[in-house]
């Protein structure tokens, strides 16, 4: 049962244009949500977070937008750059203290940014 | 750098044996986390500690253990191994347990089970 889908395996933009990467989710208890980015032969690393209270959140060339009544979220990166060519993980977590911290991830979407 | 470490960063081994990955967290970080992500996969939650003792678990086989020491380092223990065990094992770590704080992720350990 997945949890957290990224529909879309993969994205080519070119550069300067915006990317898109959605994102679904099921569980309602979900209440933060985060976006990592991955590098071959390197870990995730944090990209921009949302809390379930707020509806945008913008950091630099990045923005995440959640739509809480359709379980849905995506991120965008404007303008892309080449250096953006990465994988895009989803995350969303259960900010509970019996939850732990634990994060459950989508697929994870492969973005490539045409010079 | 994460300020996570792991180590072996890839280890081959053959099926029906046991191996050992190690983590450090990053300065500070009293939790740790263990991900398994199989080809082409999402990453899937193992286990969590906090400050030493098991805080939250995921589909963690019965094969596989974990613990958290009191330096903070972490081992992740994975025997009888089958070729399915083949994955990227990834560890993480954060400063807070229950809150919204980012996982900070290693580098990964690549497992080839043969």
């Known amino acids: 049962d997945q949890q957290v889908k990224q529909n879309s395996p993969s994205l080519s933009v070119q550069e300067g244009r915006i990317s898109i990467l959605n994102c679904d989710y099921t569980n309602s208890m979900f209440d933060y949500f985060l976006w990592y980015k991955k590098y071959p032969a390197e870990g995730p690393t944090f990209l921009i977070s949302?809390?379930?209270?707020?509806d945008k959140n913008e950091d630099g060339r990045f923005t995440v937008f959640l739509n809480k009544s359709a379980k849905h979220l995506s991120l965008h990166i404007v303008p892309s750059q080449p250096g953006d060519s990465a994988v895009y993980f989803c995350?969303?977590?259960?900010?509970?203290?019996?939850?732990?911290?634990?994060?459950?991830f989508g697929g994870g979407t492969r973005v490539l940014v045409k010079p | 750098d994460s300020g996570v470490t792991q180590t072996p960063k890839h280890l081959i081994t053959a099926t029906g044996q046991r191996v050992t990955l190690r983590c450090s967290p990053r300065s500070g970080d009293l939790s740790v986390y263990w991900y398994q992500q199989s080809l082409d996969q999402g990453l899937q939650f193992l286990i969590q500690y906090y400050n030493g003792e098991e805080r939250a678990k995921g589909n963690i086989l019965e094969r596989f253990s974990a613990q958290q020491f009191p330096d903070l380092h972490s081992e992740l223990n994975l025997s009888s191994l089958e070729l399915g065990d083949s994955a990227l094992y990834f560890c993480?770590?954060?400063?807070?347990?229950?809150?919204?704080?980012?996982?900070?992720f290693g580098n990964g350990t690549r497992l080839t089970v043969t």
């Open positions: 995350a969303a977590g259960e900010g509970s203290r019996a939850a732990g911290n634990k994060l459950t």
């Open positions: 993480a770590s954060s400063t807070r347990q229950g809150s919204n704080s980012p996982l900070h």
């Open positions: 949302i809390s379930s209270i707020k």
